[in-house]
């Protein structure tokens, strides 16, 4: 069985606005619930023109606010650049106004450029993450007796549920060894996730928060009638991933981060150097009919030994977005968990 989800980064097209793709998020997240979608999660970026997603935590609000089941989380926080106790009590409150739908998803990495993280952070650097990390745990679970110790409010009963995010074996380690559920971002590194969310399992300590191991794959994927609809309408992420090299973050500065429109992305010449970009992303990328993308999808969990997937769709048109959730929803119907 597997639990569907979708990835959302609210991008921003040519030609469109912020407000317009934040507003596409929020109907999208309606729309997943319909269609029977287990989770809708929100990624964090920073300083890039393509993504209006860089407060996951406003949209969680606004997202759990205009739905009524859907599981709702972060995709994830980056906790390199804030407090622990903030993000446990941002998160607490979320908890206490939807009890049992919000879940909290933790990114190792800046989400943006060096001067862009010092700007946010302080200057702190990565090797904060790991006693953050240990200190978040820590207000979640209460340990603390003495009375006089800081605690996070409000305080709820069980939850949020903590992932771990990553596109390597460093973020696999920590959530196998902290106890944490795990996402393996397959839209970054391909398949060499299998291996990595294998190796997760196998060294996990269970944990009050999660006995078990719980893993979770993030793909890129584009589904349409047909593998040649699917091809066309995947010219747009080609175009962009030419010009950004693939960064989901912020690319190079005065590069145009935004989806370009089908018709621009259709009419563009690709170069050579162009031509071998889109070409190194490889496995990264599934388009195709439904049966096409559903198959891969099956396969990919399979192998991992995962029950969850996330799906990330770039398309700039939010109705053939909208579509490609649909006919995936629909191709596996019969092997999904509510």
């Known amino acids: 069985m597997i639990r569907l989800g979708i990835l959302d980064l609210s991008p921003v097209r040519s030609g469109g606005s912020p407000a317009e793709a934040l507003a596409e998020t929020v109907r999208l997240a309606q729309a997943a619930e319909a269609l029977g979608y287990h989770r809708f999660w929100l990624a964090e970026h920073h300083g890039a023109t393509g993504f209006a997603g860089s407060c996951p935590e406003v949209l969680i609000a606004a997202i759990a606010a205009a739905t009524r089941s859907i599981r709702v989380g972060s995709g994830g926080v980056l906790l390199r650049h804030y407090s622990p106790l903030k993000v446990v009590e941002t998160f607490r409150t979320l908890e206490a106004l939807y009890p049992g739908r919000i879940e909290l998803g933790l990114g190792r990495a800046p989400g943006c450029d060096e001067q862009t993280a010092a700007a946010l952070s302080g200057g702190v650097g990565e090797d904060v993450f790991e006693p953050r990390l240990r200190s978040l745990l820590a207000y979640l679970e209460d340990v603390e007796e003495d009375p006089e110790a800081v605690r996070a409010v409000p305080v709820v009963d069980g939850g949020p549920p903590v992932w771990l995010l990553g596109s390597g074996t460093r973020s696999a380690a920590y959530a196998a060894y902290f106890g944490c559920a795990f996402a393996f971002a397959h839209f970054l590194a391909g398949d060499a996730g299998v291996q990595v969310v294998r190796m997760y399992a196998e060294r996990y300590r269970p944990s009050s928060r999660a006995p078990e191991p719980q893993a979770c794959l993030a793909v890129a994927a584009l589904c349409a009638e047909s593998d040649r ?79 969850n997937v996330l799906v990330l769709t770039l398309c700039p048109d939010f109705e053939a977005r909208l579509r490609s959730y649909e006919l995936l929803a629909k191709a596996l119907a019969p092997v999904a968990a509510h």
């Open 229 to 307: 609809d699917a091809e066309r309408l995947s010219a747009s992420a080609r175009l962009w991933f030419a010009r950004t090299d693939g960064k989901f973050t912020a690319p190079d500065r005065g590069v145009d981060g935004r989806m370009p429109s089908l018709d621009e992305a259709l009419a563009h010449r690709f170069t050579p150097e162009e031509q071998a970009k889109v070409a190194a992303v490889g496995d990264r990328w599934i388009a195709g009919s439904p049966a096409r993308v559903r198959d891969r999808l099956l396969e990919l969990a399979e192998r991992a030994g995962v029950e």
